[in-house]
């Protein structure tokens, strides 16, 4: 069974890192797509980042300079470091697994969701 | 402030069929054909219902189809029951490898 489980949330302070981390079960995590995707509460979504199975990965300009997605082959992980967080980051994280079919994978449809990891960013 | 836009709600009574828009407001979105929706029931995890534009995954029921029309895609749920109640998202490839999402729509069934 496909499975992502998100990990790492929490209060962090303004200014602070936080590193959430994504386990993946019943697929290879290097032969796919996976993004994150944040939801603010009571707000709608946003997508904050992807990696390529070729290992590249790629940000919104949100977040880009102050985020990092990288993947753990070793271990089928992937994490996301989070520095510099400002308020306006609290939001619940998901992991998400692109869209496989018979034609192949897509990395811009997002179809296996993690249950989704909460960051507050508060003082 | 999201370069798709969506109607923030929208309503039927069961049996109906309602559409959806989703609608470029960006000069700067690029490939618009990559376009997917999403469904959440409240405290839910979202699902991918339409990619492609118009494709369905797999045990998705064919009541939720989706179309595009210039700068306008949209999603269209007919036969509407009660368990469709619920926030919709499109989602598009923005070009340069970055994406977006449209605002929602919360779909109340009457």
């Known amino acids: 069974e496909v499975q992502v489980v998100e990990s790492g949330g929490g209060l962090v302070q303004p200014g602070g890192s936080l590193r959430l981390s994504c386990a993946a079960s019943?697929?290879?995590?290097?032969?796919?797509?996976m993004s994150w995707v944040r939801q603010a509460p009571g707000k709608g979504l946003e997508w904050v980042s992807i990696?390529?199975?070729?290992?590249?990965?790629f940000y919104a300009d949100s977040v880009k300079g102050r985020f990092t997605l990288s993947r753990h082959n070793s271990n089928n992980s992937l994490d996301l470091q989070m520095n510099s967080l400002r308020p306006e980051d609290t939001a619940v994280y998901y992991c998400?697994?692109?869209?496989?079919?018979?034609?192949?994978?897509?990395?811009?449809?997002?179809?296996?969701w993690g249950q989704g990891t909460l960051v507050t960013v508060s003082s | 402030q999201s370069a798709l836009t969506q109607p923030p709600s929208a309503s039927g009574s069961p049996g109906q069929s309602v559409t959806i828009s989703c609608t470029v407001t960006?000069?700067?979105?690029?490939?618009?054909?990559?376009v997917s929706w999403y469904q959440q029931h409240p405290g839910k995890v979202p699902k991918l219902i339409i990619f492609?534009?118009?494709k369905r995954p797999s045990g998705v029921p064919d009541r939720f189809s989706g179309s595009n029309s210039g700068n306008t895609a949209s999603l269209t749920v007919s036969g509407l029951r009660a368990e469709d109640e619920a926030d919709y998202y499109c989602?598009?490839?923005?070009?340069?490898?970055?994406?977006?999402f449209g605002g929602g729509t919360k779909l109340t069934v009457l």
């Open positions: 989602f598009s490839y923005a070009g340069n490898n970055k994406g977006v």
């Open positions: 990696i390529f199975s070729g290992g590249d990965a």
């Open positions: 960006s000069s700067d979105l690029g490939d618009y054909k990559y």
């Open positions: 019943g697929f290879t995590v290097s032969h796919n797509y």
């Open positions: 998400v697994k692109a869209y496989c079919g018979g034609a192949g994978c897509y990395p811009w449809y997002f179809d296996q």
């Open positions: 492609e534009v118009s």
